[in-house]
């Protein structure tokens, strides 16, 4: 027995001092020259750089491309004496940027760069130059918010669903009500979308603590209603996402939608009135705002339209979509604090949104309307979300 035991320790000790080195052995000290990418340079222009000895050819390709890049759609890299390949961009504007390398044809991600975000079904690495916009997408040096992802009964959609909600800083040592900003996602997205790529909390902590926004809840839910959460945050697992689910566009999540609205009033200290809230979302959840917040006429005082997709498809019937212009003119006559509507010149939703102006315009129907550059891009988006909060709550 005491010989076993002596073996057991003589074990224990050799494990004790052999595992360390093994796991020193993976790091990458000592294994080459150190590759920096993506690396901003004092004008804000950008190198990327990927080590491929042994490819043919390889680009990159992403937002920050020039005109003349951009309907190339990638930039050429070059490769030097060491197998790695480089790009040098031109000094670029204030913004968060995502981008990707082909390398013989197959997209991967920079392995130097360990930021990212999930886009429907693509990752993207990310960059953001600061000294201007983008300043607001930073996590800054200022008070923060609390993000916080519920679950929330939809008997509705006849399941449990997942939402995010931003809470102001300062609202967990508080006893006051807060107005609630209600923001949405576009097609393919989630409850995540105007997190990770939208930088909603960023946008918001860094408004609040300039002065510029009234502090607020924000709730981000799921526009999905065939989904439970994201994916790969529900019971589904781990699965591909996918652009187009069932349900899209077909009314049930306009019908659906104050099952949220409940559940917020419940958990959360809200003004539960309508000059309380307000409704706002990028495409697809620019047409769900546009058709909740008629088809709720006494439910928001400040509606925003981001690049909105505006009818539905003729062949979807529900009962949310009859009436539109009876419901508009019930809406005008109920009254409202905000109707924002936001586009970019680019757009390809653009003449839609041209129709839907004249239709307000012959109803007398007020309205603020932002014109852009660029097109159907979270670019835009996170702008008009930056200029949009500024805007709420302000008659309280």
Do not use: C
Not at 1 to 20: D, E, G, N, R, T
Not at 93 to 104: C, K, Q, R
């Amino acid at each position: 027995m005491k010989m076993q035991l002596s073996s057991i320790l003589a074990v224990l000790l050799a494990l004790f001092f052999i595992l360390p080195l093994q796991a020193q052995e993976n790091l990458p000290f000592g294994k080459g020259k150190e590759i920096i990418s993506p690396e901003i340079h004092a004008d804000n222009s950008v190198t990327f750089r990927l080590a491929a000895p042994n490819a043919s050819n390889v680009s990159v390709t992403g937002d920050f491309l020039a005109p003349g890049e951009e309907a190339a759609g990638s930039a050429e890299m070059t490769k030097d004496a060491d197998g790695v390949w480089s790009y040098t961009t031109h000094p670029l504007p204030s913004e968060l940027y995502t981008y990707a390398f082909n390398v013989d044809g197959l997209q991967v991600n920079d392995p130097n760069n360990v930021y990212y975000r999930r886009d429907v079904a693509s990752t993207l690495n990310v960059l953001l130059i600061g000294g201007g916009q983008a300043d607001l997408y930073k996590v800054n040096n200022v008070p923060h918010g609390t993000v916080a992802k519920r679950w929330y009964e939809s008997p509705g959609n006849n399941m449990t669903r997942r939402i995010t909600v931003y809470t102001p800083p300062g609202y967990e040592e508080s006893e006051d009500t807060y107005p609630v900003l209600y923001l949405l996602h576009g097609m393919g997205g989630d409850e995540e979308a105007w997190m990770t790529l939208g930088r909603a909390s960023q946008i918001a902590d860094n408004l609040i603590a300039q002065g510029k926004a009234e502090p607020m809840i924000m709730v981000m839910p799921n526009g999905n209603v065939a989904q439970e959460a994201a994916p790969g945050e529900s019971s589904l697992g781990f699965y591909k996402p996918q652009f187009q689910l069932p349900h899209t566009m077909d009314g049930k999540y306009e019908e659906t939608f104050h099952e949220i609205i409940r559940f917020v009033d419940s958990q959360y200290r809200t003004i539960p009135e309508k000059t309380g809230r307000a409704l706002a979302g990028l495409s697809m959840g620019g047409f769900h705002t546009l058709h909740i917040s008629r088809y709720s006429p006494d439910t928001f005082d400040y509606i925003g339209l981001f690049s909105a997709a505006i009818m539905p498809n003729k062949t979807v019937k529900s009962k949310v979509y009859d009436n539109i212009d009876k419901t508009l003119a019930a809406q005008k006559a109920n009254g409202y604090a905000l109707y924002w509507i936001a586009i970019g010149k680019e757009d390809f939703l653009s003449q839609a949104n041209i129709d839907f102006r004249k239709k307000l315009d012959t109803m007398d129907f007020p309205y603020l309307y932002r014109e852009s550059e660029g097109g159907h891009t979270w670019r835009n988006w996170r702008i008009y979300l930056s200029e949009f909060l500024p805007m709420l709550f302000k008659t309280r």
